[in-house]
């Protein structure tokens, strides 16, 4: 029997850059300096430069990332962030752990990222309603492609709103000619080990152009330490990057430029082959994408399940992100102000992710191709 096509390959990818890898972890095994270690601010220093941004403050997970964004802006109890409803739950978490109310806006039915026009009525519908302060915006950069960022700043400048770029699956992406970093008052990207730069462990990083920010980040993530170690100037977390994960990363920044563009390629033939059988991803205008996960959408979900049985019999994993969305998980149930979100309902039933990563041999390709066409 021929083996699965992998879905991830982390393996592959080791063998690689196992040169550079191997002696950069011996490296901090030598020195012992594993809590903010050197490899950490030099892993800083060329995020910022690869995505143009002022500052990077790295810190132990994208989750962290935004959690301790929406700290440094004293978001809290009954204080309203508007967040996709067809997203991760981290997303939606962190302002439920601060004591905020997470409110839930439908996404565009193609590009699959959050609907600006969607995110205006909801803004207005909160204020009329009078019960929560619109404090703040969080656009998910969902599956490798960017937000509307123009449409989503000028709604939060004229709300007065703080707004936070989720960029967990998109690091890399680029929008209007320039890589996302710099979109929003502020931004959290993840370095879970399946993202497109991705560690081997946890590990995520927040970058602004406000050196203030930049400073209370670094506070935040160390227990809100001022000048030295024990000065505490604020309750802060423990959310600082294990050096070991910055070593990783930095031996895969050096491969990430071409692992970019070994995705594009794939979801380019992907586009052409699959195109006629089923439904593919519309490209966001003027912007290019990380291809965290190609995200095809079924007529509907027996189609969908007839599909992903075909694909397991052939050897080709699938996925589903995501099952349900936000506004429907039984956590989120009491936050939810009942609003419908017919878009992201639909999407959540007729959604299938394909194989995606640059370790996918052109065998593997024309595999998943054929087994989408003879199954769809």
Not at 145 to 169: E, H, K, N, S, Y
Not at 232 to 250: C, E, F, P, S
Not at 257 to 270: D, Q
Request: glycine share 6%; with cysteine.
């Amino acid at each position: 029997m021929t083996a699965p096509v992998p879905f991830l390959d982390l393996k592959a990818q080791q063998a690689r850059i196992a040169a550079d890898l191997r002696p950069r972890l011996e490296a901090v095994l030598a020195h012992c300096q594993f809590i903010l270690g050197p490899e950490v601010a030099e892993l800083e220093t060329k995020l910022a430069a690869f995505c143009g941004a002022a500052h990077c403050v790295t810190v132990s997970s994208g989750t962290d990332a935004l959690q301790i964004a929406l700290m440094a802006e004293g978001i809290g109890r009954g204080d309203a962030v508007f967040l996709p409803a067809f997203t991760y739950t981290a997303t939606a978490e962190v302002p439920l752990l601060l004591g905020a109310t997470p409110v839930f806006v439908d996404v565009d039915p193609r590009t699959f990222q959050i609907d600006p026009a969607q995110l205006a009525a909801r803004v207005a519908e909160v204020r009329l309603a009078g019960r929560l302060r619109p404090r703040a915006v969080i656009g998910v950069d969902l599956f490798g492609q960017p937000a509307d960022w123009p449409a989503l700043r000028a709604i939060a400048a004229a709300q007065g709103l703080f707004t936070l770029d989720d960029c967990a699956q998109s690091f890399g992406a680029s929008a209007h000619g320039a890589r996302l970093g710099r979109a929003a008052d502020a931004t959290a990207t993840s370095f879970f080990p399946s993202k497109p730069l991705g560690a081997y462990g946890d590990g995520g990083a927040l970058f602004t152009e406000s050196a203030g920010r930049a400073a209370l980040y670094r506070s935040l993530r160390t227990h809100g330490e001022g000048t030295t170690r024990y000065e505490v100037l604020r309750t802060g977390m423990n959310g600082r990057l294990d050096t070991l994960q910055a070593a990783v990363l930095l031996s895969k920044l050096a491969v990430f430029e071409a692992e970019l563009a070994a995705r594009e390629r794939i979801a380019a033939v992907y586009d052409a082959r699959l195109a006629q059988a089923v439904t593919v991803p519309a490209r966001v205008a003027d912007s290019t994408s990380a291809w965290a996960i190609y995200a095809i959408l079924l007529p509907d979900a027996a189609a969908r399940d007839r599909l992903q049985a075909g694909l397991r019999e052939a050897g080709v994993p699938t996925a589903i992100y995501y099952p349900r969305p936000l506004h429907a998980q039984p956590a989120y149930a009491a936050a939810h102000d009942g609003a419908a979100l017919p878009v992201a309902e639909n999407l959540a039933t007729r959604i299938l992710a394909l194989p995606i990563h640059p370790d996918l041999t052109e065998a593997d390709v024309d595999r998943i191709c054929a087994a989408v066409c003879a199954n769809a």
